[in-house]
C-alpha cells in the first residue's frame, strides 16, 4: 500500500470517530507515521486528499468501462462503489462544498462520455463542439441521477436506477449522435 492509500485509509478511520471539520493533518500523519512535510508532498490539504479519493475510488469502479457498449456496467460500478463508500460520502458531501464534489465528478463523467463517443465511428464525424454538448447533456442526467439518489440517502437499488437510465440513454444517446452527424455543416 502507498503513502496516498494509507493517508486515504487513515482519514476513513478518523471520519469513523470524529467529523470531517476536526480531522487534522496531525491526526493523519501520526496515523500512517509519517511526518506533516510528507504529507504535503502528496497533497495540498485535507481536501484534495479526498479529491482524490474520489478519484481514485471512482476510477477503480469504472475500470474499462468506459465504451458505448460498456458505460452502463462503469455506471453500475460508480453508484456501487458510492453505495458501499455511504458513510464517507455522505460525510464529505456535509463537510466540503458540494459544488466542488458535484465539479469533479461532472468533469470524470464529461471525459467518459467523450470517450466513449471517440471510441465509436461517430468520434471521427462528430464535431468537438457537438461531442462537448451531448457529454454536457448526458454528464449533467447521470451525475444529477446520482447525486439526487446520494441526497435521498441511497435507498433504492442501484441496479433498478442504471437499468432505467439505461433504457433512457439507449433509445436517445445514439440516435442523438446520429442526428447530430446526419445534420452537420460542411466546416
Not at 17 to 23: A, D, G, N
Not at 65 to 76: H, M
Request: hydrophobic share 40%; proline share 2%.
Amino acid at each position: 500500500m502507498d503513502t496516498k492509500e494509507k493517508l486515504a485509509e487513515a482519514l476513513r478511520a478518523k471520519m469513523k470517530e470524529k467529523p470531517l471539520s476536526r480531522i487534522t493533518i496531525s491526526d493523519l500523519t501520526s496515523a500512517v507515521g509519517i511526518n506533516r512535510q510528507t504529507f504535503y508532498y502528496h497533497y495540498h490539504d485535507i481536501y484534495e486528499l479526498i479529491e482524490d479519493i474520489y478519484y481514485r475510488e471512482t476510477m477503480r469502479a469504472i475500470g474499462d468501462s468506459n465504451t458505448i457498449e460498456t458505460w452502463q456496467t462503469g455506471l453500475a460500478r460508480m453508484f456501487h462503489a458510492v453505495q458501499n463508500q455511504k458513510d464517507f460520502v455522505e460525510q464529505t458531501f456535509r463537510s466540503i462544498s458540494r459544488e466542488h464534489i458535484e465539479d469533479f465528478l461532472y468533469n470524470i463523467m464529461e471525459n467518459l462520455i467523450i470517450n466513449a463517443i471517440n471510441a465509436t465511428s461517430a468520434g471521427v464525424l462528430l464535431k468537438e463542439e457537438d461531442k462537448k454538448l451531448v457529454a454536457n447533456f448526458y454528464k449533467h442526467a447521470l451525475i444529477g441521477m446520482l447525486l439526487s439518489w446520494v441526497k435521498n440517502g441511497m435507498k433504492q437499488n442501484p441496479d433498478e436506477i442504471v437499468a432505467k437510465i439505461e433504457i433512457l440513454a439507449r433509445d436517445g444517446f445514439t440516435p442523438a449522435i446520429s442526428s447530430f452527424i446526419k445534420n452537420r455543416q460542411p466546416c
